[in-house]
């Protein structure tokens, strides 16, 4: 093997992602997400890459996206090669849909919402799909979506944070939506497709999204993708005890102090920063982190709510 051959095969360099959504700024917990997957990976002297997950253009807000990269700057973040955006990688998307399609894996889906609306809930809350099209659309029914067709058994993972992870993606979800309704091509798949081809490794992202990587793990599988490693970070509430997010109102970190920021995820994060952190300045804290960062210390649940984000 030659040596560029070498540095190139995977495994090698790790190599981690950040993708927050563009429907608003970023908030305490996106920069916890964009903190522990960029400390993971680059304490190992890996690639950090960053892309915008903007496939779902009725959600996108306008200056959003530009708003996050400005953020992400100024509190130290670099990432490597350009930003990848969901939105100009649609050809990607369905490349590897019409494989599954030529594999017989996808099946064309006739039912409306109200039509599902008596199935069982999934762990996501989404409805678990009962398999009314599986062996071909009713007579008169045109396809509304595509469906990836799911075989019963377990998809087992072990999560650097949450522990061992087991799904039957069959019984708890069903066959879900790949290509939907309005055309788009589903979240699932684009984020399979997007980190195969960008080489990602580790995968570190929001406890919220643990429900989705059975799925994903399934999606790697058919597409012949390695699987990376996975670690779901905790994910931070207000003090009413909901997840923030946009629908919570979460408080924008726009404005918020750098330095002190990035302590307070650290200590979020169980890495047990010293105080007086807080009141150094940027670049002493990013080699603070880089240098005592220990995936091991990430709690799995953080109960407390955080003071001042909600
Ligand atoms: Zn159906």
Redesign the pocket.
């Known amino acids: 093997m030659a040596l560029g051959e070498a540095l190139e095969s995977p495994g090698m360099t790790p190599v981690g992602r950040f993708a927050p959504s563009p429907s608003g700024p970023l908030h305490f917990g996106s920069i916890v997400a964009a903190l522990g997957s960029c400390l993971a990976v680059r304490q190992g002297g890996g690639r950090w890459l960053l892309r915008i997950e903007d496939l779902d253009a009725p959600r996108t807000v306008a200056g959003a996206a530009e708003g996050i990269l400005r953020t992400l700057e100024r509190f130290g973040f670099e990432w490597d090669g350009p930003v990848v955006w969901q939105h100009a990688r649609t050809d990607a998307y369905r490349e590897a849909f019409e494989r599954l399609q030529t594999g017989g894996w996808i099946f064309g ?3 409306t919402r109200k039509e599902m609306a008596d199935s069982a809930l999934a762990r996501d809350g989404t409805r678990r799909y009962p398999g ?2 599986r062996a071909g659309l009713p007579a008169g029914r045109a396809a509304r979506a595509w469906r990836l067709r799911v075989d019963p058994g377990v998809v087992a993972f072990d999560d650097a944070v949450q522990g061992r992870v087991v799904e039957d993606v069959a019984a708890d979800v069903g066959d879900f939506v790949l290509l939907r309704a309005d055309g788009l091509f589903a979240y699932q798949l684009a984020v399979v497709v997007d980190d195969a081809e960008a080489g990602v490794t580790e995968v570190v992202r929001g406890a919220d999204l643990l429900d989705s990587t059975p799925r994903q793990i399934l999606l790697q599988r058919l597409l012949g993708y390695p699987t990376p490693a996975y670690a779901h970070l905790p994910v931070a509430s207000n003090a009413a005890g909901e997840k923030l997010s946009k629908q919570t109102l979460a408080r924008s970190v726009e404005g918020a102090e750098p330095a002190r920021l990035l302590v307070d995820a650290l200590d979020f994060l169980g890495q047990g920063p010293p105080v007086d952190l807080a009141d150094a300045d940027l670049a002493t804290v990013w080699g603070w982190a880089l240098e005592n960062w220990s995936m091991a210390r990430v709690p799995r649940r953080r109960a407390q709510p955080v003071a001042g984000y909600g």
Do not use: E, V
Request: proline fraction near 0%.
């Open positions: 889906c006739a039912c009314i099209c």
